[in-house]
């Protein structure tokens, strides 16, 4: 097992992979609630103040931080590509990938707050292999 990580023959002889959820049994309601608020962008430093779960902690304050940075840059991306268009004469597509991007990370943030909120350890989707805090 490599990184919470199985692999298992299926019946074709290729390899699957089934992720497991690292699932941590002592932590509190206080716990689960503050690294769920940690979601909340300028928040990810929360739960490294508030918490004594460490691993726990950093879990979450690492993936919230990371998913700030991502729609920070991701904002300013999408600002410079609207002004591009703007100057083409072609504003609505600016537009719609701002409306893409923001429910793009709105999901993210809801998922990673649900997870938070059920006391998993699990990563986001796509990004949540950088790691910041360590």
Not at 34 to 43: D, E, G, K, N, T
Not at 106 to 129: D, F, R
Request: glycine fraction near 6%; charged fraction near 15%; include cysteine.
């Amino acid at each position: 097992m490599k990184h919470g990580v199985q692999s298992y023959k299926n019946q074709t002889g290729g390899k699957m992979q089934i992720e497991k959820q690292k699932k941590i049994s002592n932590l509190t309601d206080k716990d689960k609630a503050v690294c769920a608020i940690s979601y909340i962008w300028i928040l990810f430093f929360l739960p490294l103040v508030a918490l004594k779960q460490a691993k726990f902690a950093k879990f979450h304050a690492n993936q919230s931080l990371v998913l700030c940075i991502v729609s920070v840059v991701g904002a300013m991306i999408i600002a410079i590509f609207e002004q591009i268009f703007t100057l083409l004469d072609v504003q609505m597509v600016g537009t719609v990938l701002g409306c893409i991007w923001s429910v793009v990370i709105v999901s993210a943030m809801l998922y990673g707050m649900i997870t938070a909120a059920q006391g998993k350890m699990q990563e986001l989707p796509v990004i949540g292999k950088m790691k910041i805090i360590k």
